[in-house]
RNA sequence: GGCGGGGUAGCUCAGUAGGUUAGAGCAAUGGAAUCAUAAUCCAUGUGUCGGGGGUUCGAAUCCCUCCCCCGCUACCA
C-alpha cells in the first residue's frame, strides 16, 4: 500500500482558560484516535496542534488579574499542554502563537497578500479613548442615535432603527471602557476581499465534498455561509498584543486574531521542523499536492476552516509557485454536554480535563467520550455513564475476557501459547471473524466514522467472551486437551487483535496489554492474523481496570453546581469608598403590574411603585417568572439608575436579582411591613 | 424575533438515494454456566419513530403546518 503523507491538525485551543471534556471531544480525542490508527497502518503522518494566544479576550484577563498578557498565556499553554499530555494526545508538536516563526508566517502572509494588491485599505474615523490609549471597537462605544434619539446606539449604526451613520455624527459619545468622551481619529484597516473567493470557494466545497465525503453537518454550515454572501473581513485592529501589522505606517496595530491563528498550524509545523533539523520538513507536507490534510475542529470553527482558510491559501497560491494544500476533509463535531446542560465555568457546571485526570486514569475517559462522540448531533457526558461504560465495559467485558484467558493459560498451560489442534466450526468461525476485523473498523475509521469503529472494536470482546463460553475449555481442559490448546491458542489471538485495535483508543491500556502479550503492534492490517506462535512466552496477568464505586460517582454528583462552596476564588473586587456607595439609591419597590413584552423572550414591562412616584421598568427576568406572580412582590431596585430604552420601551431603573447554578433567577425581596420607597443603606 | 441543530424503546444513541416483522448498548425479567475483576453467555420489547395534514402501492425517511428542547444572536439597565 502506497504510503498515504497526511497533515492531521486540531483546533489551536484559546489560551485563556483550561479545555474541558467538551472540547477533547469535539477536536482533540478523534483526531487523536483517528492518527494513532493512520500510524499504525503505516501511513506518513504528523499531527499538529498548540495554544491560541492573542486576541482581545487574553488583554481582558489580564488586566482583571493584574497580570501581564504574557502571564495569562503561560500559565494555560502549560496547563493545558499537560492535560493534553496526561490525556494521551499524541501531537508530533504543541506549539504556540507566541513564537517568533508564527509571527514571522502571520507577517509572511499578511505582506504576500499586501504586495499583491488584494487587500483593501479602508480609512475610517473610530473613536479614540485618551484615558485608556486605545482605539474603540464599535462595541465599546455608545451615544444618541442622530436618527431617532435612541441612547445605545453604537457608534456607527443604530440597531433601534436601523440607520447608518458616520461616527461624527454621533451624539454624546461615551466609552463603555472608561466612560470617557471619547475623541474621532482617523484609523485605517486593511480588509480581506472574501467575496471575491466566493464562487472558488463553492467549487471548492463542493468538489471536495462530493470526492472525500464531507459531513452533513459541516455542508450545512457551509451552505448558510454562502446564501449570505461572504463580505470583505477586517484583518487589522488596533491593539497592542498580538500579531504587528509589518508596515511602516501601521503603528500600534496587529493582525487580527482569526487572520493569524490558523497560520499557526503552519508556523507550528516549521516549529517542528526546526526541532527535527530539517528545515525543509514543512514544506514536504504543507507544500505537496499529495498530502492530504485533515483539519479536526468542533462545529463553532467551521468557517474558519472550509471557507476563510481556504480563501487565504488561495490567495497565496495564486501569486507563489510554492502551494499549500487546502483541508481535504474537516470532520467537524458537535458540542457535547455535560448531564444535559451546556459547560459553564461561572455556573461550576462540568469539569476540566486536568481535575478529571486527577481523578481517573486517562483510558476510561477516552473511551467513554469515544463511545458517545457527538458526532451526528450534540450530546451528553453523565457521570452515571462514564461508570458503567468502566465498569460494564471496560473491566467486564474487555479487562474480563483478557483477565480469564490469562488465569487459565498461566494455571494450565505454563503461561505460554499452547499449539492450536484440529480446528472444529466454532475455531473457524471466530478466526473468520478476527480476519476480518482490521478492515471493519478501518473502514468506519477511515470515513471518521470514530464512535461507530469504537463499538465495532468492544464487540469483539463481547465475541471473545462468547466464544470462551461456548468453548467451554474449563471442560475440555480435563477430557480433550488438545481442543482447549486450539480453545485458549485463539483466545490469546483474539486478545493481541484487540490490543491493536484499542491502541488507538485506549493506547495506555493497549500498552498494558502488549507488555502482558510479551509482543509489539504489528501492521493495523495483519492484526487479525495468527501473531502469536505456540510456545511463546506470556507475562503475568495484570488488572486492566478498576472498578468505580457508586460513593466516587456519587461525590462528584453532589459537588456539581455548587457554585457557593467556591465563591469565586479567582475574582478580585476593586474596592468603592462608601461615598461611591451612597451614589447608588437602592429603594423598596412593589410590582403593580407585569406583563410581556411582545416579541420579546425575556422582557418584562413592570410598573413599580416607588411610594412618591410610579415607574416603568423593564426587566430581563421573563424566562424565570410568570408576569402574574410578580405583582404585590416588595423588590429592591436601584432607583436612580439612567433610564435605558429596551425594545423601544423606556425602562426607569432596574430591579435586583440573583442567578442560581441553574441559571433561574431570584428576586431580591423584604418583608411585606416595608413601606415602597424605603431607602437601603 | 432572526439563524442553525434536534425531538426514535425506561436511559444514552444508530438509522434519509422511501420498501419486507424500526435497531445497538445499558437498565429490567427469566434461564444456563462456574475458567474469570460476583466477571460471562442465552432468551424476552403493544416504541401512536413530537402532534396534525399531504404526496405515494408504501413515509422515521419527501412536502406543508403546529408544538417542545438546545445553541448562536437581538432585547439581560
Not at 430581563?620 to 410568570?626: A, D, H, L, T
Not at 436612580?640 to 431603573?653: D, F, I, W, Y
Request: charged share 25%.
Amino acid at each position: 500500500m502506497d504510503k498515504e503523507k497526511i497533515i492531521v491538525t486540531s483546533a489551536l485551543p484559546y489560551a485563556n482558560g483550561p479545555i474541558h471534556l467538551g472540547h477533547l471531544s469535539g477536536a482533540y480525542l478523534p483526531a487523536d484516535i483517528y492518527v494513532r490508527y493512520k500510524r499504525l497502518i503505516g501511513s506518513n503522518i504528523i499531527f499538529i496542534c498548540g495554544s491560541d494566544e492573542h486576541g482581545v479576550p487574553i488583554t481582558i484577563t489580564a488586566d482583571k488579574e493584574g497580570i501581564t498578557p504574557k502571564e495569562v498565556i503561560d500559565r494555560f499553554h502549560n496547563i493545558n499542554k499537560q492535560a493534553f499530555e496526561q490525556f494521551g494526545m499524541s501531537f508530533d508538536i504543541y506549539s504556540r502563537t507566541s513564537l517568533p516563526i508564527h509571527h514571522e508566517t502571520s507577517k509572511e502572509f499578511f505582506l504576500n497578500f499586501y504586495n499583491q494588491g488584494i487587500l483593501n485599505e479602508k480609512k475610517s474615523l473610530q473613536f479614540y479613548d485618551e484615558k485608556a490609549k486605545m482605539f474603540l471597537p464599535d462595541r465599546y462605544v455608545e451615544g444618541t442615535c442622530p436618527n431617532c434619539g435612541n441612547e445605545q446606539a453604537r457608534s456607527d449604526e443604530c440597531e433601534n432603527c436601523g440607520a447608518l451613520y458616520d461616527p461624527a455624527d454621533l451624539k454624546n459619545p461615551k466609552s463603555k471602557i472608561t466612560g470617557q468622551t471619547p475623541v474621532l481619529k482617523e484609523t485605517s484597516h486593511y480588509f480581506f476581499p472574501l467575496g471575491k473567493y466566493q464562487s472558488r470557494l463553492e467549487e471548492y466545497v463542493a468538489q471536495m465534498s462530493k470526492k472525500y465525503g464531507w459531513k452533513d453537518n459541516v455542508l450545512q454550515y457551509c451552505r448558510g455561509w454562502f446564501k449570505d454572501g461572504l463580505q470583505d473581513r477586517a484583518i487589522t485592529r488596533d491593539l497592542d498584543w498580538g500579531v504587528q501589522v509589518p508596515l511602516d505606517d501601521a503603528q500600534g496595530k496587529v493582525l487580527y486574531v482569526w487572520f493569524e491563528a490558523v497560520l499557526g498550524y503552519i508556523s507550528a509545523t516549521k516549529e517542528l521542523s526546526r526541532i527535527k533539523g530539517d528545515e525543509n520538513l514543512w514544506k514536504k507536507y504543507w507544500q505537496d499536492t499529495n498530502t492530504k490534510y485533515v483539519a479536526f475542529i468542533g462545529k463553532d470553527n467551521i468557517v474558519f476552516h472550509t471557507i476563510i482558510f481556504p480563501s487565504m491559501l488561495m490567495a497565496w497560491n495564486d501569486a507563489n509557485t510554492d502551494k499549500y494544500v487546502l483541508p481535504q476533509n474537516v470532520p467537524a463535531n458537535e458540542f457535547l454536554n455535560f448531564e444535559g446542560k451546556k459547560f459553564s465555568k461561572s455556573r461550576n457546571w462540568g469539569i476540566d480535563v486536568i481535575d478529571f485526570l486527577k481523578l481517573f486514569p486517562a483510558d476510561p475517559l477516552r473511551y467513554c467520550l469515544a463511545a458517545n462522540l457527538p458526532e451526528n448531533r450534540d450530546t451528553d457526558f453523565y457521570w452515571k455513564e462514564f461508570q458503567s461504560r468502566n465498569n460494564g465495559e471496560l473491566a467486564d467485558i474487555l479487562g474480563n475476557f483478557v483477565n480469564r484467558t490469562f488465569t487459565f493459560v498461566h494455571k494450565h498451560f505454563d503461561g505460554k501459547v499452547p499449539e492450536k489442534g484440529e480446528l472444529k466450526p466454532i475455531d473457524q468461525e471466530i478466526l473468520n471473524l478476527l480476519s476480518g476485523y482490521p478492515k471493519k473498523v478501518s473502514d468506519l475509521f477511515e470515513k471518521y466514522k470514530i464512535k461507530d469503529g469504537v463499538a465495532e472494536i468492544m464487540n469483539l470482546a463481547r465475541a471473545g467472551n462468547k466464544y470462551f463460553n461456548d468453548s467451554e475449555p474449563w471442560k475440555s481442559v480435563k477430557s480433550d486437551k488438545e481442543q482447549c490448546a486450539t480453545t485458549i491458542n485463539l483466545s490469546l489471538q483474539i486478545i493481541y487483535t484487540l490490543a491493536e485495535m484499542f491502541y488507538p483508543v485506549i493506547p495506555f491500556s493497549a500498552e498494558k496489554l502488549f507488555k502482558m502479550l510479551n509482543a509489539a503492534p504489528t501492521d493495523w492490517f495483519k492484526s487479525g492474523e495468527a501473531n502469536l506462535k505456540a510456545g511463546h512466552v506470556l507475562n503475568k496477568a495484570e488488572i486492566l481496570f478498576t472498578k468505580i464505586e457508586d460513593s466516587v460517582i456519587e461525590k462528584q454528583m453532589s459537588q456539581l453546581g455548587s457554585t457557593s462552596e467556591t465563591p469565586q476564588e479567582t475574582e478580585k473586587f476593586e474596592e468603592i469608598t462608601i461615598d461611591d456607595f451612597l451614589k447608588v439609591q437602592l429603594r423598596t419597590a412593589e410590582i403593580v403590574s407585569a406583563e410581556k413584552v411582545a416579541k420579546s423572550d425575556k422582557l418584562l414591562k413592570l410598573k413599580v411603585n416607588l411610594g412618591f412616584e410610579q415607574r416603568q421598568i423593564i426587566a430581563g427576568i421573563g424566562k424565570s417568572f410568570q408576569p402574574e406572580d410578580l405583582v404585590g412582590k416588595k423588590v429592591i431596585m436601584v432607583a436612580n439608575l439612567k433610564p435605558a430604552k429596551l425594545m423601544g420601551l423606556e425602562s426607569q431603573g432596574m430591579i435586583l436579582a440573583v442567578e442560581g447554578s441553574d441559571g433561574k433567577l431570584s428576586l431580591l425581596q423584604v418583608d411585606g411591613s416595608i413601606k415602597p420607597g424605603t431607602r437601603a443603606r
